[in-house]
């Protein structure tokens, strides 16, 4: 992933830091919709086989949604 962020957790939750900023990650599963209701608001949703199979597409969402 990429050199410009930092992907830290607590335990219970992932956050992507980039220049001063930070948002939280949830990963669901991929047979559900990107718009949810189920997903937390304001953070940056990513589908499991997103990760899995197409981490460049990945790595350009979290860039997309941290700016």
């Known amino acids: 992933m990429g050199a410009e962020y930092k992907i830290v957790g607590d335990g219970m939750r992932h956050y992507v830091r980039m220049q001063g900023r930070t948002s939280r990650v949830v990963v669901y599963p991929a047979m ?13 949703a990513l589908a499991d086989k997103l990760l899995k199979y197409a981490s460049p597409k990945a790595d350009e969402m979290i860039r997309a949604k941290i700016k």
């Open 32 to 44: 559900w919709s990107e718009s949810s209701n189920l997903l937390p608001e304001g953070g940056i």
